[in-house]
């Protein structure tokens, strides 16, 4: 895990209307690590295990883009096949030609969600 750093975003809180089916498609669509807290609370460590956080429901979900979360993909073709296949529409996809690739997703709580892919990871193909 990378050092702490004063800065360094740690925690992230996200609507849910229901915590576990949330959980399962995060886990399902990103790798993400889903675990129990000490005190019961249905928690997650992303997939490189540098932020973490959990679902609430005491929180109305952020469907209209505000402040977005981006989470970083491999192939954003890929992420917003699995996005589909687990569930959810794909908002918004980035034309071949953007600076940067991108796309936005609705999760299972209505929560506008974006992707990137770095520019590098598809001009050379892989992903």
Do not use: H
């Amino acid at each position: 895990m990378a050092p702490m750093a004063n800065g360094k975003i740690c925690y992230v809180e996200i609507p849910a209307t229901d915590i576990a089916v949330s959980a399962r498609f995060y886990e399902n669509v990103f790798g993400w690590n889903i675990r129990q807290r000490g005190d019961g609370a249905r928690a997650f460590d992303d997939a490189v295990g540098e932020v973490s956080g959990t679902w609430v429901l005491n929180r109305p979900p952020a469907t209209e883009p505000g402040l977005l979360l981006y989470i970083m993909v491999k192939s954003i073709s890929a992420a917003c096949d699995a996005v589909i296949r687990n569930g959810c529409d794909v908002v918004e996809r980035s034309s071949e030609s953007a600076p940067e690739v991108i796309a936005r997703f609705r999760d299972p709580a209505g929560n506008v969600i974006g992707l990137y892919q770095e520019r590098s990871l598809s001009e050379s193909g892989s992903g």
